[in-house]
């Protein structure tokens, strides 16, 4: 069974642009949720979404937003950039009930400049 | 709001040592408690997963305990090897009402010396 895949793997972006980022979870997942990773944080909870909907949000400006599709595909977005926002982003998937096992991406490396 | 504290934040054992590193949480309610795995730049590998009605689960050398009145897990690395060398995360998954996340420590930084 295929991993999580997310893509891109690295981007590079300029101050005030917009990103979006690609996560595909394996196969019959149907929960997807996304992890900002910095080294003075840590891994911070972005959103959740399931079967389209998102069960749940962390705290972030309303400049990260993400949305699921109908094949359990996720995207999160990040309009006007900042420095700040340079980061590693991760995608896991679970089975969405159940033991809410997650298994994790490789990772997007957003950078910001 | 749930807070995961890992201590230390950083071991260094020459290789072949038996190891503990220690996972400590404030709230009890959760559905499971995941330890994972992190090499630079990398994404997350999952090692063990406890479930909130478990005590202790085992995977190789690895063997993960959870006592969930107290708030505590720890993970015990037997035998290590320079392989072994990594960033391990402990992460809570949330029992409450809409929780549905992962509530994750800063790691240990783990160097296993030959």
């Known amino acids: 069974k295929a991993g999580v895949t997310q893509t891109p793997r690295y981007l590079i972006k300029t101050r005030g642009q917009q990103v979006t980022l690609s996560c595909s979870p394996i196969?019959?997942?149907?929960?997807v949720s996304w992890y900002q990773q910095t080294p003075g944080q840590g891994l911070q909870f972005l959103f959740e979404y399931f079967s389209e909907t998102q069960r749940n949000k962390g705290n972030f400006p309303g400049r990260f937003s993400g949305r699921q599709f109908s094949n359990s595909r996720s995207e999160m977005n990040v309009s006007t950039l900042e420095l700040g926002d340079s980061a590693l982003y991760l995608c896991?998937?679970?089975?969405?009930?159940?033991?809410?096992?997650?298994?994790f991406g490789p990772g997007t490396r957003l950078t910001v400049t | 709001k749930q807070e995961v504290t890992q201590i230390p934040a950083a071991l260094s054992v020459p290789e072949g040592e038996n190891l503990v590193l220690n996972c400590s949480f404030t709230?009890?309610?959760?559905?499971?408690l995941q330890w994972f795995r992190q090499d630079p730049g990398k994404g997350l590998t999952s090692l063990l997963l406890i479930q909130s009605s478990q005590r202790e689960q085992t995977s190789g050398r690895l063997n993960a305990s959870l006592d969930k009145s107290s708030g505590r897990s720890t993970l015990y690395i037997a035998a290590s090897q320079p392989g072994d060398s990594a960033t391990y995360l402990c992460a809570v998954f949330g029992s409450g009402a809409g929780s549905y996340q992962l509530t994750f420590g800063k790691g240990t930084k783990l160097s296993v010396i030959p």
């Open positions: 709230d009890s309610a959760i559905y499971n």
């Open positions: 896991a998937s679970s089975g969405g009930t159940g033991t809410y096992e997650q298994y």
């Open positions: 196969s019959g997942h149907r929960s």
